[in-house]
């Protein structure tokens, strides 16, 4: 069974630091492209940063020079860096795995229960 498990969220200052972790299970990590997506209450789902399976990484304008997204295939995880973080950034931060096109890996249809950031003073 294919699972995504977001981890790393909570409540920090303006200013402040999280580093969030998902962790893949069921699958063959390095055939996929990973990403980090977050959706604010009562907005839709955005894409905030993805990377390939060879590192190659695209960051959204409004985290550029302020997120960081990292792979570690050995561990079956991706990572989210976030530094600088401001009050917009508050929302839930899900992950997701699209299959390489070389790769043949079947997609994923569900999504992770997400993990909560929430920037306030």
């Known amino acids: 069974q294919v699972q995504l498990v977001e981890s790393g969220g909570g409540l920090v200052q303006p200013g402040g630091s999280l580093r969030l972790s998902c962790t893949a299970s069921?699958?063959?990590?390095?055939?996929?492209?990973m990403a980090w997506y977050r959706q604010a209450q009562g907005k839709q789902r955005d894409l905030v940063a993805s990377?390939?399976?060879?590192?190659?990484?695209n960051n959204a304008d409004s985290v550029k020079g302020r997120f960081t997204i990292s792979r570690d295939n050995a561990k079956n995880t991706v990572y989210l860096q976030m530094n600088s973080l401001e009050p917009e950034d508050t929302a839930v931060y899900y992950c997701?795995?699209?299959?390489?096109?070389?790769?043949?890996?079947?997609?994923?249809?569900?999504w992770g229960q997400g993990t909560q950031v929430t920037v306030s003073s």
């Open positions: 997701n795995a699209v299959p390489e096109s070389w790769s043949g890996a079947l997609p994923i249809e569900s």
């Open positions: 990377i390939t399976s060879g590192g190659r990484t």
């Open positions: 069921g699958v063959i990590f390095m055939f996929y492209r």
